[in-house]
């Protein structure tokens, strides 16, 4: 039996893939990273990853005229971190080079990284995945004493 501080909580938003729309998953994520203790900067760091990722999912996503088109963020609250989870119906994005990706998960973030590839940086482990379905990219950030 999982003890009271390893019981993972999960919070799901749905939102139209229209811009303006990632400013709830951004404020959502900003509610969960305080209660979970995140330090402020850190909860900076995370709004800025949720919002920019979100937005790349809005962009990349068929119009809303082609049908019911959402994005999906899920936040999963485990002990010691937040995985959060953004799927979209968009077809699936082009491959990084190799090397841009060794710079993703590089510390520091080296200076002249694109904004776009920079919330990626931000996080301690990132995920993606494509399908015939769609996308997602899924961004772990973990509590730092």
């Given at each position: 039996m999982e003890s009271p501080s390893e019981i993972s909580r999960i919070v799901k938003v749905s939102i139209p893939s229209e811009l303006g729309y990632e400013?709830?998953?951004?404020?959502?994520?900003n509610t969960l990273a305080q209660r979970m203790g995140?330090?402020?900067?850190?909860?900076e760091d995370l709004m800025v990853s949720v919002a920019?990722?979100?937005t790349n999912s809005?962009?990349?996503n068929p119009s809303p005229?082609?049908?019911?088109?959402?994005v999906?963020?899920?936040?999963?609250?485990?002990?010691?971190?937040?995985v959060i989870k953004v799927i979209d119906?968009?077809?699936?994005?082009?491959?990084?080079?190799?090397?841009?990706?060794e710079l993703i998960h590089r510390r520091p973030i080296p200076p002249g990284i694109d904004l776009w590839v920079s919330p990626?940086?931000?996080?301690?482990?990132?995920?993606?995945?494509?399908?015939?379905?769609?996308?997602?990219?899924?961004?772990?950030?973990?509590l730092r004493e």
């Open positions: 400013k709830i998953p951004r404020n959502v994520a995140f330090s402020g900067e850190r909860i920019e990722a979100v809005i962009q990349h005229d082609a049908g019911l088109q959402e999906v963020v899920i936040f999963w609250l485990k002990a010691r971190s937040l119906q968009g077809p699936p994005p082009v491959e990084l080079p190799p090397e841009l990706l990626l940086c931000f996080a301690d482990e990132v995920k993606t995945r494509s399908s015939s379905e769609g996308n997602e990219i899924e961004l772990t950030f973990h």
